[in-house]
């Protein structure tokens, strides 16, 4: 099984950017895809989630309304949408996949490479 993200980039202050990660393998098994990001010396916090056969969606707080998370089942992929960007933002952002449903990373069994987001003010 394997997570390939992409999408990161520098924007501006309100900015918006469109993470993808893409799943390969026996994706039957993962059940929940989440995004977490990492600002550097942190830990890697949760952002939201999803689920491949439910509608079920997750969020942290600080993200409510500003970030979508989506999917498309048949290209095997998730999508974040970051809209209305802060500098507070500014972190490495990976893709996971579980086969439970949780909100820290450990629940996590499978990472993809992270992809860098900047916002600059």
């Known amino acids: 099984f394997q997570l390939q993200a992409s999408g990161g980039g520098l924007v501006h202050v309100g900015g918006s950017l469109r993470l993808s990660c893409a799943a390969s393998?026996?994706?039957?098994?993962?059940?929940?895809m989440g995004w977490f990001f990492q600002a550097p010396g942190q830990d890697r916090d949760f952002v939201a989630s999803?689920?491949?056969?439910?509608?079920?969606?997750e969020y942290v707080d600080s993200v409510t309304g500003r970030f979508t998370i989506s999917k498309d089942n048949v290209k095997k992929t998730v999508y974040l949408q970051m809209n209305s960007l802060k500098p507070e933002d500014t972190a490495v952002y990976y893709c996971?996949?579980?086969?439970?449903?949780?909100?820290?990373?450990?629940?996590?069994?499978?990472w993809g490479q992270g992809t860098l987001v900047t916002v600059s003010s």
């Open positions: 996971a996949a579980s086969s439970i449903s949780g909100r820290r990373a450990g629940d996590y069994e499978d």
């Open positions: 393998g026996r994706t039957f098994s993962r059940t929940v």
């Open positions: 999803i689920r491949w056969t439910s509608d079920i969606i």
